[in-house]
């Protein structure tokens, strides 16, 4: 039937094409949506199961006895408070590694900017291991005969080990503002470099800043390879002790450790709202 | 004796030099424009000035003293940049603030300033707003009241105006000037636009190619320019090529120094027909002392030259030319229309109010002063297709 394609017909054919786009639409919809459950199902799933399984310490009963124990373990809190102390030890000595350098490449080095990604993404590429045997063979009869030489190995360890995610997030915060003309403009006022790195470039820095320090913070809250030779009692190696020695608490232990990580990830999520929500909004008709 | 003197200044960036043997004495309380096209390297000597950049070769004095290596933090100097270069974390009050405070002043003294700046550049009362918060002119404004607040010994503006909107342009050079003249504070404003260094300074320095190609008063700068590119870079400038003729203190008009041939009998039809059979033997100019037969350029303004409807009478001791308009160009508060006269084409703009009595393809007089008319030395220009084919007749073979 010639009548329904005819040129006679144009509300026709367009109604049918109009009808052919909402069904593709409506099946890449169902796809989208099958994609991103079979996703979420495949990394929930496993959560889920551990939960159950921390839930059943107790014989036939569901409860949080497995918490209790770890929350009540006075080597939990030593190896959290230690690892945190690492933590927070190396992000404050990555922003004052970082920040100047990758300022200092961004105004008068830039051509050396694909070398420091390069010497930043070393961490990924060579295991850890090979960084901590590195620093134990290095430091063998000078640091590591000292009390503290082993936790300061460890925090070398970690700013390492921080190099990508700091750098990157740093380096992104950089690019959003004009740091040559800020410099400048602040050198005319009479500030010295010191000045302008902590009263100009930091400040502007504030969300990257974060980024990289909740980022930092998940993977030493984590890490196992650095501080498991090094005999220091982080929390990784808490951890692997706990699953080597009981049942229930290494599931209890594995999704405290989840709720860490993103627990910090979305705190870099809320300041991040926060910081955007704080800053002044264009007002609707500027004189 | 100068407040700031350039001496043989000289930038090198690899084989590139930026600025060549610069020098420039700049009078203390003088609003100085350095104009040019980009890439002329009036923004590589504002740097020096200011320290960001360091001279390959020179020095730069500033009240006597040599401060060719002194820091850019200490050489005492306010900036205002293109892109007004606020501190995005701090309100406007905080930014005009930031330069007191490293002056270690204390905490009345650096508001009573800061109320005092925001007044000056028309701001009262818009001290908490962060730079979001203001327009692109308002923030210019904060910028140039923290460059001021410094109190300092130079002012530098490094094309302030050129991310603003014509009208905000127009309103913030006046007030820059105005403040400059209240403060009588020594300034050096980086423009490529002309209009903006002839209406507010006190001397305007043309560079090209690294150079100083002239500097004068905006009003010698205009009238008087020495070289080529001055007279074609400022303003529009109809450039008539020929050859001095000593003798009768006129230029020879053409490419060529022939004996005009006998004019033919019929009326020109076409563009190529009037371009071959009429031209201008000889102009009228400025007095000027050069030897027979120097190559030079007639030089006359647009608005100097006045067209009238064939027939018309040229005053005495004017040059009077018969051209064919071969386009009109409406630019606003004038029109501009382009008209071949022999070998040469000279623009002449008219008040929009005479746009309907002129148009293509027709016939017209125009006559201009002869003091109106600079002449310039030159090199000899190159030939062109006209000009070869192109013979010389007198005026009068229009009949």
């Known amino acids: ?287 | 004796m100068s407040y700031l003197q350039l001496s043989h200044l000289f930038k090198a960036y690899g084989s590139v030099m930026a600025v060549q043997d610069v020098n420039l004495d700049i009078e203390a309380g003088t609003f100085i424009s350095l104009l040019g096209p980009s890439g002329c390297g009036k923004t590589t000597i504002l740097r020096m000035i200011a320290g960001f950049e360091t001279p390959t070769g020179g020095s730069i004095q500033l009240a006597g003293d040599d401060i060719t290596r002194l820091p850019a933090n200490r050489r005492d100097m306010g900036m205002v940049f293109q892109s007004y270069s606020l501190f995005p974390h701090m309100t406007a009050a905080q930014n005009i603030a930031f330069g007191l405070r490293l002056k270690r002043l204390g905490k009345l003294q650096q508001r009573d300033r800061v109320v005092e700046m925001l007044e000056l550049v028309g701001l009262a009362g818009m001290g908490d707003r962060y730079p979001q918060q203001l327009s692109g002119g308002q923030q210019q404004r904060v910028a140039l009241a923290r460059a001021l607040a410094i109190a300092p010994r130079v002012l530098l503006l490094d094309e302030p105006l050129s991310a603003l909107d014509a009208k905000v342009r127009l309103q913030l050079r006046n007030e820059i000037r105005r403040i400059q003249q209240q403060l009588k504070i020594t300034t050096l404003f980086v423009t490529h636009d002309q209009e903006e260094a002839l209406s507010i300074s006190d001397r305007v320095i043309v560079m090209a190619q690294g150079r100083i190609d002239q500097q004068g008063t905006p009003e010698e700068i205009y009238l008087t320019p020495n070289t080529a590119f001055t007279a074609s870079f400022i303003g529009a400038m109809n450039q008539i090529p020929g050859f001095w003729d000593a003798q009768s203190h006129r230029i020879r008009v053409g490419s060529s120094a022939t004996q005009p041939p006998q004019p033919p009998a019929h009326r020109p039809h076409t563009a190529q027909d009037y371009s071959q059979d009429y031209s201008q033997d000889y102009i009228q100019t400025q007095a000027v002392d050069l030897p027979e037969g120097t190559p030079v350029l007639g030089l006359v303004r647009p608005e100097s030259i006045t067209v009238v409807l064939m027939d018309g009478a040229v005053p005495p001791h004017n040059n009077g030319l018969s051209g064919l308009v071969t386009s009109r160009s409406f630019l606003g508060a004038v029109v501009r229309l382009t008209i071949l006269v022999g070998e040469f084409y000279l623009n002449v703009d008219l008040p929009t109010a005479q746009m309907e009595y002129y148009h293509s393809g027709q016939l017209v007089q125009l006559w201009f002063p002869a003091d109106q008319c600079r002449v310039l030395a030159i090199a000899p220009p190159p030939l062109t297709p006209l000009t070869q084919s192109t013979p010389l007749y007198q005026e009068d073979s229009l009949g």
């Open chain 1, 1 to 287: 039937m010639e009548q329904n394609s005819s040129p006679k017909n144009p509300l026709k054919t367009a109604q049918k094409k109009s009808l052919k786009n909402s069904q593709e639409t409506d099946r890449k919809k169902f796809w989208s949506w099958v994609w991103l459950l079979g996703g979420t199902a495949y990394f929930t799933i496993p959560l889920i199961a551990s939960f159950d399984f921390s839930l059943r310490a107790e014989k036939n009963v569901l409860g949080f006895k497995a918490y209790a124990s770890v929350f009540q373990d006075p080597n939990f809190w030593g190896s959290f408070t230690f690892s945190l102390g690492a933590a927070i030890a190396t992000i404050f000595l990555s922003w004052l590694l970082i920040v100047p350098t990758t300022y200092w490449v961004q105004l008068r080095l830039p051509k050396l900017r694909p070398w420091m990604e390069l010497v930043t993404l070393l961490p990924f590429v060579i295991p850890a291991v090979v960084l901590v045997f590195g620093l134990i063979r290095t430091y063998s009869t000078t640091l590591l005969n000292t009390r503290q030489g082993g936790w300061v190995l460890l925090t070398a360890g970690y700013v390492v080990l921080s190099f990508p995610y700091m750098y990157r997030a740093i380096d992104t915060g950089m690019r959003a503002i004009d740091v040559r003309t800020l410099t400048e403009a602040a050198q005319s006022l009479g500030a010295s470099w010191p000045l302008i790195v902590v009263r100009v470039i930091f400040p502007n820095l504030k969300v990257a800043l974060l980024n990289g320090a909740f980022l930092t913070f998940a993977i030493v809250m984590g890490e196992f390879t650095i501080a498991s030779l090094l005999a220091q009692p982080a929390f990784g190696p808490y951890m692997t002790l706990l699953s080597s020695s009981k049942v229930y608490e290494p599931a209890a232990i594995a999704l405290i450790s989840f709720a860490l990580t993103w627990g910090a990830i979305g705190i870099v999520q809320v300041l991040g709202d926060q910081v955007q929500r704080g800053k002044p909004k264009p007002l609707a008709d500027p004189r």
